[in-house]
């Protein structure tokens, strides 16, 4: 199923319920359905929003008189003056069964404040970054990719993404490719980043969770390069409960230690992603 439609911003529709106090109403502006359980959407940025590439928002929708919020990634970069998010849809859930339905004109409720673990001011100097997704958690990365501060701290970036099948693959491989033509960062790009992807369930040309390949030594070969080492690596974690926690493990076993605004460290968890 793939579907794009755009709508003029200020067009937006009548709403049933009223607007909560302190709270941002922003008209989506364009949607992407990507596969029956995957889809991305951009809105309105309210023009007081500021926040740091890799940050996250609680989103919700006017649909009650006490309306769900959750916490989603922006995957859009600190200067757009759009907001992107990229969402899973899950058919009973509180929020979502409602916000995959959304269509260009619709009004997204957006609480005022930006916030998140995910940001490059929370780790030290290094060489490399290796950021480390599942499904949806890619989000957050595809914020920092098209940010000129990630390519002044790190000399080459290495993404991550593992999926259940290939075609849930599709928006992180949309993302890549859209790099090297990007007008802001296009020509930091060059050379300095790479794409690596991996399926679960569906046969593809790589199959794994992305910790087994790491520690079966696949990553590293597949990709030419030495063991993660906290002296030349830097790592962010964002996707599934079970991921997050296997990878956290498997740094800290390699001697990074976790980092934050306060103390910087050399890798990073998003602890509010819940997709």
């Known amino acids: 199923m793939n579907s794009l439609a755009a709508a003029d911003p200020t067009g937006?529709?009548?709403?049933?319920?009223?607007?909560?106090?302190?709270?941002?109403?922003?008209?989506?502006?364009?949607?992407?359905?990507?596969?029956?359980?995957?889809?991305?959407?951009?809105?309105?940025?309210?023009?007081?929003?500021?926040?740091?590439?890799?940050?996250?928002?609680?989103?919700?929708?006017?649909?009650?008189?006490?309306?769900?919020?959750?916490?989603?990634?922006?995957?859009?970069?600190?200067?757009?003056?759009?907001?992107?998010?990229?969402?899973?849809k899950v058919p009973d859930g509180p929020l979502t069964s409602h916000l995959q339905k959304i269509e260009p004109g619709d009004i997204v409720l957006m609480r005022p404040k930006a916030t998140g673990t995910l940001v490059i001011d929370a780790l030290t100097l290094a060489k490399r970054l290796v950021m480390i997704s599942t499904g949806t958690g890619i989000a957050p990365f595809a914020s920092l990719l098209r940010d000129p501060d990630t390519y002044e701290k790190f000399d080459q970036l290495i993404l991550t993404h593992t999926c259940r099948d290939t075609a849930e693959l599709r928006?992180?491989?949309?993302?890549?490719?859209?790099?090297?033509?990007?007008?802001?960062?296009?020509?930091?790009?060059?050379?300095?980043?790479?794409?690596?992807?991996?399926?679960?369930r569906e046969a593809s040309g790589r199959m794994g969770r992305i910790t087994a390949l790491i520690e079966s030594g696949s990553f590293y070969t597949d990709l030419g390069i030495d063991k993660l080492d906290p002296a030349t690596d830097r790592i962010m974690i964002c996707g599934s409960m079970h991921m997050l926690r296997d990878v956290r493990a498997l740094a800290e076993g390699l001697g990074f230690v976790e980092g934050s605004l306060s103390n910087p460290g050399s890798f990073l968890v998003e602890r509010a992603f819940v997709g």
């Open 12 to 88: 937006a529709k009548p709403l049933d319920f009223p607007i909560p106090a302190n709270v941002h109403a922003q008209t989506v502006v364009s949607v992407k359905h990507y596969t029956d359980r995957l889809f991305s959407f951009r809105i309105t940025r309210p023009q007081s929003l500021r926040f740091r590439s890799g940050e996250f928002v609680m989103i919700g929708l006017p649909n009650a008189e006490k309306p769900v919020f959750r916490a989603y990634s922006i995957a859009s970069p600190n200067w757009d003056e759009e907001l992107e998010f990229f969402s899973i």
């Open 171 to 200: 928006y992180g491989r949309e993302l890549f490719a859209q790099l090297a033509d990007d007008p802001l960062i296009g020509e930091l790009t060059h050379g300095r980043v790479r794409l690596y992807n991996s399926t679960t």
